[in-house]
């Protein structure tokens, strides 16, 4: 699996799996009927911001991220990252591999830690996946996500630093 920068020449690769993940509703705080236009501007993010995919030796595109500041200004040494796992490609690793890719490629870029602001407490294996990356739950919205199927569940906000 090779790890890299997205270009837009990837968008293609990218969009039937976030789609699919987004349409469930079950993990991503995005409205499940995002357009492809809207999933493309808020997916493929400019300068200071990086997206970057997994991509098999075929070139299929397994999982894709996105790294950002989480604050502008006074809260920009603090980075924000979105993952998205093909759902074929799940149980293969992409979600570690994109997981330890972006945490050193954030460090590199001279963020001092990472916070995740909306992980779904119901999403068991990214909640394992973090923790295990070294991120703590450093706060809980009580309710604040509406899963299609268990009704209201909580939001989990997980931190680590990078230093």
Known sequence: MELRTATAADWPGIWPFLREIVDAGETYTWPRDVTEDDARRRWLVGPPGRTVVAVDPDGTVLGSAKLVPNQEGPGDHVANAGFMVAPAAAGRGVGR???????????????????????VASNTRAVALWRSLGFDVVGRVPEGFRHPHLGLVDLLVMYRRLG
Not at 100 to 116: C, I, P, S, T, W
């Open 97 to 119: 591999a994109l997981g330890a890719y972006v945490l050193d490629l954030a460090r590199a870029e001279g963020y001092r830690a990472m916070q995740f602001n909306a992980v």
